[in-house]
């Protein structure tokens, strides 16, 4: 129980809650409450839903015949989005920690097989886009 707490707590599950609380309301403004990740978080986010068609074009770009946008379960989507901003943009975090931790963030919120598929995406996306 300890565990789910702390673990609820880490900035990448906050990046996702944000941008799905996003997509849910998209007129209301995000709020980032003070947080040693504040900035980051706020990078994050923002710059993921300022490059989402960028975003977007480059997993169809990259992955097109392993997964279909329209298809694929919103919250999936928001953070295969986030973890691929992240591996374009953001260049000071290594590309391992950047999909081990959205892939742990992820069992917060996705089923056992859907982590996995996530895992297997990212992995493949960052081999090309890095």
């Given at each position: 129980?300890i565990?789910?707490?702390?673990?609820?707590?880490?900035?990448?599950?906050?990046?996702?809650?944000?941008?799905y609380?996003?997509?849910l309301n998209?007129?209301?403004?995000?709020?980032?409450?003070?947080?040693?990740?504040?900035?980051?978080?706020?990078?994050?986010?923002?710059?993921?839903?300022e490059?989402?068609?960028?975003?977007?074009?480059?997993?169809?770009?990259?992955?097109s015949?392993?997964?279909?946008?329209?298809?694929?379960?919103?919250?999936?989507k928001?953070?295969?989005?986030?973890?691929?901003f992240?591996l374009l943009?953001?260049?000071?975090?290594?590309?391992?920690?950047?999909?081990?931790?959205?892939?742990?963030?992820?069992?917060?919120f996705?089923?056992?097989a859907?982590?996995?598929?996530?895992?297997?995406?990212?992995d493949?996306?960052?081999?090309k886009?890095?």
């Open positions: 129980m565990k789910k707490d702390k673990q609820s707590s880490t900035p990448r599950i906050k990046i996702i809650q944000k941008l609380s996003n997509l998209p007129d209301e403004k995000i709020l980032f409450p003070k947080s040693q990740y504040k900035k980051f978080m706020k990078d994050v986010v923002i710059g993921t839903l490059r989402k068609e960028f975003i977007e074009k480059s997993i169809l770009q990259h992955l015949e392993d997964i279909d946008l329209n298809k694929t379960d919103k919250l999936l928001i953070i295969i989005s986030a973890a691929v992240e943009f953001k260049h000071n975090n290594p590309k391992n920690v950047i999909i081990s931790e959205y892939v742990k963030s992820s069992e917060f996705l089923e056992e859907q982590i996995k598929y996530l895992n297997a995406i990212l493949k996306i960052s081999k886009v890095r």
